[in-house]
């Protein structure tokens, strides 16, 4: 077991009941699953970026991402369809709990422009940018 997906079930679960009135910790929220997407206007215009992109998730997370392409054409964007937008990964489980403690212990204190992440109770999503993968390497 990660050590992150151990702390969270013994010290911030425990903690979070006794501070946030939750009845029990089978009401706290959980985490299923972590999804990384990387899009960019230079993809649309040089296909072979995404390629970049792909090899770049494919070293971080050690899975193949998969390849998103337009599903309709926009002219604003000069976008056709079926064209390739970006790629996607979904990692769940034990990868899930090694890519967060990997972010959260080390490429998060390290980037400086880092603005703090919103966290609301209406909506259990949290979302936030990178904008170097090279943190990773």
């Not at 013994?10 to 972590?34: E, P, Q, W």
């Not at 899975?63 to 000069?78: D, E, G, L, N």
């Amino acid at each position: 077991m990660n050590i992150l997906h151990s702390s969270f079930k013994t010290l911030f679960a425990r903690d979070m009941v006794i501070k946030m009135n939750y009845g029990s910790c089978l009401d706290l929220a959980k985490v299923k699953k972590a999804t990384l997407q990387y899009t960019s206007k230079y993809v649309v215009e040089e296909p072979k970026q995404s390629f970049l992109a792909c090899v770049a998730f494919q070293l971080i997370t050690q899975q193949t991402p998969r390849i998103i392409h337009a599903k309709q054409s926009v002219a604003a964007f000069k976008l056709k369809e079926h064209q390739v937008v970006g790629c996607i990964v979904t990692l769940r489980r034990d990868n899930m709990y090694e890519f967060l403690q990997n972010v959260i212990y080390t490429h998060l204190p390290q980037n400086t422009y880092f603005t703090p992440i919103q966290v609301s109770k209406t909506q259990p999503n949290v979302h936030f940018g990178l904008s170097q993968v090279l943190f990773f390497f």
